[in-house]
């Protein structure tokens, strides 16, 4: 391993025990293999080796990052590059995302390209919006969103404001291989403070920002007059400032922050894991804090702010935290219903859409089924969301709203990714508005389901910490029926359709071919059942986990709710235990 002059002392030293205690899988583990582009981009431990994130292997990302933006868009030195960071950061490597965006500004600075470098911690749409706002050639956001605390990211987007998608990861991935040796002036955080070319976007970017919400609020008036209270925490993350003038911009007084979790703390020091997708587990002092306060309803935003979870008090002084599905259930009834307020004419509903990742609830499917817009589903992740919402932007369509279930949401199309922040807001202004009705959120997701059909969905994950085991499972489902046939049925249930992404097959296509584009990174397996349940396993592209998803769509008018429910809890059930083997495979379930 080469030491340059400017390189982290503490991870040379990680490096040093290694080789010197004869740590060989260790250091194969860390030095044999490199980040790849998941769903979010490079992400991986903080720590010494090219598998892992650290000041070399980031100054080497943007080296390529900069060898192929060099390649393909001739004005890179007039357009520039975004950076933005979260708030992480590890004694023992010497890491942090700040310092981690200002080596990444200075390797660009080096080369003459202007940066627009952030000079605080922002929220991770903060970045897409500003890479739209000024044309820059591409941004870069450092943040492993709501991951475990040893764990940091590099996430890129490309000029449109969306993430980077195939075919500009691979080749960036060649560029990054091409250009392992750090330039002379990589190393140089200085250049951040000395050079002509780094601006700071940040008041520039919050003021723009929180002027266009205007777009996706609808009763400004009637928020300013809500006797409803909002308990926000940001969960030790960058959350609390932006969310609290969002709320302002709506009309609403700022919600009230959980005092333990507002400031950036990398510990994450009072939840188990800062995921808020988790529920009321880690909402715990969020929930006491709203029944000592009487706020009726708590956001919480995950650490970098571009997800959101929702929990609101029952009259019987329960909970109930809304999953994804439901969220979006709510989000996309609202955002179509303002929409058809300011659109009367029928007509223009032709130019309208909501899309969702395809491990979603259909329910979105239904809305536009009954209501006339269009519909369409993508690969998991919000980068194929924003990729296709720039698409159908340029050819004069509307998309109102898109989601995925792990509590990623898009109202509008203000930025072409998850937005946490804008998404709060507009979460307050549906329950004030509801309760000008007389109706909780919860009431209205019943309404919902009774006009469009009950949509039960189930979606949970075992952890496996060994990748050739999670190959070992998607084979032996591949051939559970002699080479390459997949099960007939699940437990009891029957199994008619088959689509493996992973491959390219589809059992209901008249070809045999998958629609949606082949995903040979990550596995991903679809089972629709005789009974109409829909099931996907799939390994997470950001976390050593087997996620598995199930639902139920009822025809509309359909409420025997009970049955449904303990039909898919069986289905959900059978899939784990017989395709996953979790005790054979030495699975961890979910444990919070």
């Not at 130019?351 to 993508?378: C, D, N, P, Q, W």
């Not at 019943?446 to 969905?457: A, D, L, M, T, V």
């Amino acid at each position: 391993v080469g030491r340059g002059s400017g390189s982290n002392p503490q991870t040379w030293k990680q490096m040093e025990s290694l080789v010197r205690e004869g740590h060989v899988v260790e250091l194969r583990r860390r030095l044999c293999s490199r980040m790849t582009f998941g769903t979010a981009g490079l992400r991986a431990e903080m720590s010494a080796g090219f598998a892992c994130i650290n000041d070399l292997t980031v100054i080497q990302s943007t080296q390529g990052m900069y060898k192929y933006l060099a390649k393909y868009v001739p004005d890179l030195k007039t357009r520039g590059l975004v950076v933005g960071f979260d708030t992480r950061a590890q004694t023992s490597s010497g890491c942090t995302s700040e310092r981690l965006a200002r080596l990444t500004a200075a390797v660009m600075l080096c080369k003459d390209v202007p940066v627009y470098l952030f000079s605080t911690y922002v929220p991770t749409p903060f970045v897409p919006y500003a890479v739209m706002k000024y044309g820059a050639a591409a941004g870069v956001m450092i943040t492993a969103s709501h991951n475990r605390k040893e764990d940091n990211g590099y996430k890129v987007y490309w000029h449109n404001g969306a993430q980077i998608s195939s075919p500009h990861d691979k080749e960036i991935l060649r560029c990054i291989e091409e250009s392992s040796e750090p330039w002379p002036g990589s190393w140089n955080e200085d250049l951040v403070e000395s050079s002509r070319l780094r601006r700071d976007p940040l008041e520039d970017v919050c003021r723009s920002y929180m002027e266009e919400l205007n777009t996706i609020c609808f009763h400004r008036e009637l928020n300013t007059m809500s006797p409803l209270k909002f308990v926000h925490s940001s969960f030790h993350g960058v959350g609390h400032n932006y969310v609290q003038r969002a709320f302002q911009q709506f009309g609403f007084p700022p919600p009230i922050p959980v005092p333990e979790q507002k400031d950036p703390d990398p510990d994450f020091s009072t939840v188990s894991c800062p995921n808020p997708e988790e529920g009321e587990s880690v909402l715990e002092l969020s929930l006491r804090l709203a029944e000592r306060e009487e706020a009726r309803i708590v956001v919480a935003t995950d650490p970098d702010a571009d997800r959101l979870a929702v929990a609101e008090q029952n009259d019987n002084c329960g909970w109930k935290v809304f999953t994804g599905n439901e969220l979006a259930a709510l989000l996309g009834w609202w955002m179509l219903f303002n929409w058809k307020e300011a659109h009367p004419d029928p007509a223009d509903t032709e130019r309208v859409y909501m899309l969702a990742t395809t491990v979603s609830s259909k329910i979105l499917k239904a809305f536009a089924r009954i209501e006339g817009f269009h519909f369409e589903e993508t690969l998991p992740g919000f980068k194929w969301i924003g990729n296709r919402i720039h698409e159908l932007t340029k050819t004069g369509k509307e998309v109102i709203f898109s989601f995925e279930e792990s509590i990623g949401f898009l109202c509008g199309n203000m930025v072409l990714d998850k937005d946490g922040v804008s998404t709060a807001a507009v979460v307050a202004e549906m329950a004030a508005y509801l309760h000008t009705k007389n109706l909780s959120m919860n009431q209205q997701l019943i309404n919902i389901y009774e006009i469009y059909g009950y949509h039960i969905s189930r979606t949970s994950y075992v952890i496996c910490n060994d990748p050739p085991t999670i190959h070992r499972i998607f084979s032996r489902l591949r051939n559970s029926g002699g080479s390459g046939v997949y099960p007939e049925s699940c437990g009891d249930y029957c199994i008619t359709h088959i689509r493996d992404v992973t491959t390219g097959y589809d059992s209901s296509q008249p070809d045999k071919k998958c629609v949606l584009p082949l995903s040979r990174n990550s596995q991903m397996v679809t089972f629709t059942f005789q009974n109409g349940i829909v099931a996907t396993l799939r390994t997470s592209g950001t976390e050593p986990k087997i996620k598995y998803y199930t639902e139920f769509c009822a025809a509309p008018g359909e409420r025997d709710i009970s049955s449904l429910e303990e039909e898919l809890r069986k289905v959900t059930a059978a899939l784990v235990e017989e395709f996953l083997e979790p005790e054979k495979n030495n699975l961890l379930h979910r444990s919070v």
